[in-house]
């Protein structure tokens, strides 16, 4: 084949860029939490759950790691996860779609409902991916401010949004949003869909599946990376009318969910005595260190999810988050606007007494 030499790559790797759209060009796109993996790092950061996976993950996946299974594609539609998850949670399998984690699947629902140009909307301080997801579709992104309590303003400012996300619990605030309140912002934004992404669903004291079958417009989207210890398969799902799921179909990748993944989803779904286990001590240690930290001078908000967020009026939270890096443990800065805070993840025991020593440590050298 011909070659046609370029006499200035760079010039012409910048020229390829300028093809991008310009919206592209302009995004600052998402970033996740720092990822340090090193054996010494305590991992606060990313709301991973400190415990393994249920054993009949890894009993699962050693008996898919054949040469037949891996050389072959994966079913495209989980049909095995979608029978067990029709099981546990009452439903018909064409209730489910799997997805690449929760975040393919919000990404799949911008795509289908959501026009260049249109609106998405959502309630903040938030999911700071939903923002990201409004800039690759080209669309406007709506922030609705939360009350001061973390509940939804009424009315409900943005009823023309082609799709609106609530996530409950929210993040940073592990806040939850009541089924009332639900309730009348799907009926405010009808037939618009409302996207309850329920990501920390699994540690709250109720979930919005009770809602699904008055509200033919809520769409559920839940991930396995936090209560099933599953962040590195990357798995989740959205419950929704069967109707809409096939329409999802068509806009979701072909094979978005491997063999693997699949394979380890619906073990660790199967196992719900340990899936209950691991839970019940999250929050129980969610607690612990809510009570803590506040002794310790933050302000804490009451949490439904995996992790706290914590403030201080006394004094600046960055660099009490810089400084815990230095000696090794991530936590979560996060500055929406100047609301800022800490998000910290739970962890086990051990390591919520490592994160509290430290803690102590620096805000005595602070008061010194």
Known sequence: MESFPVSDPSAATAAVVTALRPHIRSMKGYIPG?????????????????????PRVFAALREALTADRLRKYPPPLGDEFRRVAARLYGLEPECFLI?????????????AFVPPGGYLAAPMPGYLLYRTLADIQGAVFVPVPFTPDWQLPEPWPVPQAHLTFLANPNSPSGTMVAPAAIRRLAETLAP????????????ADWNGLSLFHQLPNLIITRSMSKSYSLAGIRFGFAIAR?????????????????????????????????????????????????EALTRLGFQVTPSQANFVWCRRSDRPVRP???????????????????YDGLRISIGTEAETDRLLDALQSILAGCSS
Do not use: H, W
């Not at 929760?102 to 990404?107: F, G, I, K, N, P």
């Not at 899936?275 to 999250?282: M, S």
């Not at 988050?321 to 929406?336: F, G, T, W």
């Open 34 to 54: 720092e990822q340090r993996n090193a054996p010494d790092v305590l991992k606060l950061n990313t709301n991973e759950n400190p415990y393994p996976p249920s």
């Open 99 to 111: 997805g690449n984690g929760s975040d393919d699947l919000l990404t799949i629902l911008t795509r």
């Open 192 to 203: 618009a869909p409302l996207v309850l992404d329920e990501a920390y669903a699994d540690f």
């Open 242 to 290: 069967p109707e809409l799921i096939r329409e999802l179909v068509k806009v979701k990748d072909s094979y978005n969910c491997d063999i693997l993944s699949q394979t380890a989803a619906v073990a660790a779904l199967e196992d719900q005595d340990y899936f209950q286990q691991v839970r019940a001590r999250i929050c129980a240690t969610r607690q612990r260190l809510a």
């Open 320 to 338: 009490i988050a810089d400084e815990l890096a230095r000696r090794n443990i991530l936590v979560r800065y996060m500055n929406y606007d100047g």
